[in-house]
């Protein structure tokens, strides 16, 4: 039975927002995860669906937005002329689905708010490549940026959902292979596990009003990487080595959102390997509400969090 609870502890517009969410959209029931052709034509309709929200964030902010290649990776160059610190994004979507274009909900408020450069590297999506292509050609393209003469040292990796997952991993790989490591990281709602594991996936199932694992969810994370590899540290990161290393980080998550678990488990994992980390949670919130609501008053709190938390860290 899912539970749609505003709580009066969060803002009379997240209030609102919270009974606009639907079960129907919530459980519907996604391709299965070979079937290329059906993640191609859901691609398609989200890209539509989610095109309204970024177009009233770039009309607000008023960004310059550059499209550009990275050797053979596309991607978009927000806010070029930024002093900020230079950020990496991400984007979420399970993986599967969003663009670097669709999804500027997230990317722009963040590049103007926090006065940066954002480079949203457009990877291709799962089922298309498997895990191990997405995460050597988002190294690929951030091996241009260091060619291009920006210091890998100045960079903060920057992802959500399935981005924040992508922007430990691939820190990670980076890591093991001696290619060196960025400034710090900054993640919302990771999915740092792929399977349902984890006590918020059973205790918040009924009460998280956008996210849902049978056949949902669990379908991406098959596209993603078959069964026998999703407790890989570069697929679900919260199971990595972080004892020889990894950059401060800050992890956001909402106290309604499945992937709770995801949060507290990682920030553990690393806490433990004495790394610099901060969890910044927010109650009432939902999946990716810093990007999905950019312009609750929550959501502007969180972003000034991670503005705080990069200038401490990564300071120009």
Request: hydrophobic share 40%.
């Amino acid at each position: 039975m899912f539970i749609n609870h505003s709580p009066t502890t969060i803002s009379k517009q997240a209030q609102e927002m919270l009974q606009m969410f639907s079960l129907e959209d919530r459980n519907q029931t996604l391709p299965m995860p070979d079937d290329l052709a059906g993640w191609s034509s859901l691609r398609a309709e989200i890209e539509t669906e989610f095109a309204p929200i970024s177009d009233e964030v770039t009309k607000k902010y008023k960004p310059e937005i550059v499209e550009i290649e990275l050797g053979t990776v596309p991607a978009l160059d927000i806010n070029p002329s930024a002093s900020g610190p230079l950020i990496i994004y991400l984007h979420g979507g399970a993986f599967t689905v969003f663009s670097a274009r669709s999804i500027l909900f997230c990317s722009v408020p963040v590049a103007m708010e926090l006065s940066s450069r954002v480079f949203a590297i457009d990877y291709t999506l799962a089922p298309d490549k498997n895990w191990e292509g997405i995460i050597d050609q988002i190294i690929s393209a951030i091996k241009v940026l260091i060619d291009n003469g920006h210091q890998l040292d100045e960079m903060v990796f920057f992802g959500d959902s399935a981005g924040g997952s992508l922007a430990s991993e691939t820190v990670l790989k980076m890591r093991d292979k001696g290619i060196g490591m960025p400034k710090a990281v900054v993640l919302w709602s990771p999915w740092s596990d792929i399977t349902e594991t984890g006590d918020s996936y059973t205790i918040l199932k009924d009460a998280d009003p956008v996210l849902y694992y049978p056949k949902n969810l669990e379908y991406c994370a098959l596209a993603y990487a078959l069964t026998e590899e999703q407790k890989h540290p570069y697929v679900s990161p919260v199971y990595g080595d972080y004892s020889t290393g990894f950059p401060p980080t800050l992890i956001q998550a909402g106290t309604k959102e499945i992937f709770l678990s995801n949060a507290v488990r990682h920030y553990r994992a690393l806490e433990n390997a004495g790394i610099n980390v901060e969890l910044d949670l927010y109650e009432g919130m939902w999946h990716v509400f810093q990007g999905l609501a950019w312009d609750l008053p929550e959501s502007k709190v969180a972003r000034q969090k991670m503005k705080k938390f990069l200038n401490y860290f990564a300071p120009i």
